[in-house]
Nanobody
Framework: QVQLVESGGGLVQPGGSLRLSCAAS????????MGWYRQAPGKERDLVAA???????TYADSVKGRCTISRDNAKNTVYLQLNSLKPEDTAVYYC????????????????????WGKGTLVTVSS
């Protein structure tokens, strides 16, 4: 069973920094892309940043220049460094694994399946 577990959320003052981590586990053979989404109260879940296994990255316009996504393929772990945080960055941040291939599903789902973590709350407030 695939699990994505986020860590690193919390309360941060405006202008501060935070590093989120997400580790995927569960007999994983490979993951095409890993990413971070966020959902603020009353709003939809939106992409923050994503990175492929080859290292290609995508960032939302709202975080460009303040955010760096990185990945350790050997550890199936993705990181999100957020700097110059603003109150509008307050949200639950969710980790996403796209195209997750496991030893148990490699034949039934050769392109992999998508999974989500349970989320970690980031609050930016003074």
């Amino acid at each position: 069973q695939v699990q994505l577990v986020e860590s690193g959320g919390g309360l941060v003052q405006p202008g501060g920094s935070l590093r989120l981590s997400c580790a995927a586990s569960g007999s994983i053979v490979g993951i095409y892309a890993m990413g971070w989404y966020r959902q603020a109260p009353g709003k939809e879940r939106d992409l923050v940043a994503a990175i492929t296994s080859g290292g290609s990255t995508t960032y939302a316009d709202s975080v460009k220049g303040r955010c760096t996504i990185s990945r350790d393929n050997a550890k199936n772990t993705v990181y999100l460094q957020l700097n110059s945080l603003k109150p509008e960055d307050t949200a639950v941040y969710y980790c996403n694994g796209e195209g997750v291939i496991t030893a148990h599903t490699i034949h039934s789902h050769p392109n992999g399946m998508d999974y989500w973590g349970k989320g970690t709350l980031v609050t930016v407030s003074s």
